[in-house]
């Protein structure tokens, strides 16, 4: 039986015509049944800045943006031979209109950001589709689809949730072709559509979710992410030049490394993956004969520490108040606070007085809830930290880790440690000017050369 496989690819693999015409080889040697794309490289920060542009700026300002987009899109387009413009100039236009009511208004409501950002990934698709055509000179059809039509989401503009049983039965409904191999579809990472018929975007990094949804939506049997890089590294390369690609790494262990810092998937990629057992191949579309790396559900081998990663922009919230001594429901009135502001905590730890909990930095910004934190304990502020994870097994149930890790680090200091909840998972606090230093230490005594 033919396998459904989705193929995801990003912004590095639709830089221009000669990576698009690339990555179409690569969709069609690894036989794609349908593609999602992000942008053209850059496009999403162009339209970003356009956005904040236009809300602050005359309209010759906004121009100068508008025309770059424009030139790059028709230059990519002329490469591509695509002579039709109707379509991609119907797209520009938007861009321009929008754009121009934000001027005028000096208003960007969070539904015309959306609106906005999302005409990156409907441009790139279009080019995307002619790369494709000319891949399969003409021996199948190509069809660009617009994903609205299937990925269903809440009216959360900005960061908008799935609704999974609506994509499921959209997806029967819409994408049989592609199932079938009769057509192959060229779609849009990132956005979606509420209920309403708004567009909508699923956040930063949300190609990967989206593709991963469809894949869940479609009953694929593999999600290939292609990407700049040729799978997934013991550690940032950037970081450790001797970093290593993983040949394979669980699903759990590539969870807690992606919410922990890893940029190479979005953190919530593997939900919908997991939740169909699709197997998840990471590759580079500009080395797609290297070995890359697999996502499973269960590996050959099982380190104690695989990977490492870090967690940059962590700001360590304290919160002291007697209150907290043999009582109860305190930790419920906190998480309560950060509930109704949609904070997410990424670590904890306790005392008898006191709570210590990381979060984003940009958090900080968000006076409001500081204010009302304070209703309840003092609260102390440590920034510029970062959260340093090693991702393996059985890492809580191994003795002496935690002294080797400390040996390793030596005179670097630790401001929190957060262990016992995963099995997978041992990380820690340190200063914004060492993390780097740790990790280099940390993958040399466990990773090695």
Known sequence: ?????????????????????????????HKANLVTVSATYGTTNNLIKLSKTAL?????????????????HHSIASDLGLTDLTELDKLLSEVKTISKGINLLRDCSAKAFDAIQSLGERMSSLLFTRALEL??????????????????TDDQFGKAQPIIKEIRSLCNE???????????YVTQGFIGQSEDGHTTTLGRGGSDYSAALIAEGLGADILQIWTDV??????DPRIVPEAKLMSEITFSEAAELATFGAKILHPTTLTPALREGISVYVGSSYEPHATGTWIKGECSDAPLIRAMAIKKEQSLLTLSTPKMLHSHGFLYEI????????????????SEISVSLTVEDSTLLNKKLITELETLATVKVEENLCLVSLIGNNINHTAGLAGQIFNALGDINVRMICLGASKHNFCFLV???????????????????
């Open 431 to 449: 200063d914004a000017s060492r993390a780097h230093e740790a990790v280099q230490k940390l993958h040399t005594h466990f990773i090695g050369e």
């Open 56 to 72: 602050t700026s005359d309209w010759e300002a906004c121009e100068v943006i508008v025309n770059e987009i424009i030139e790059k």
């Open 174 to 184: 819409h994408l049989s072709k592609c199932k079938t191999g009769e057509e192959i």
């Open 1 to 29: 039986m033919t396998k459904i496989i989705v193929a995801k690819f990003g912004g590095s693999s639709m830089a221009d015509a000669v990576a698009m015409r690339r990555s179409a080889n690569v969709a069609l040697e």
């Open 335 to 350: 998480f309560k606070i950060f509930n109704q502001y949609k904070v997410s905590v990424d670590s904890i730890t306790t």
């Open 230 to 235: 040729a799978g997934i590294a013991t550690t």
């Open 135 to 152: 891949a399969w000179e003409g021996n199948k059809t190509v069809s660009n689809f617009d994903i609205r039509k299937v990925l269903r």
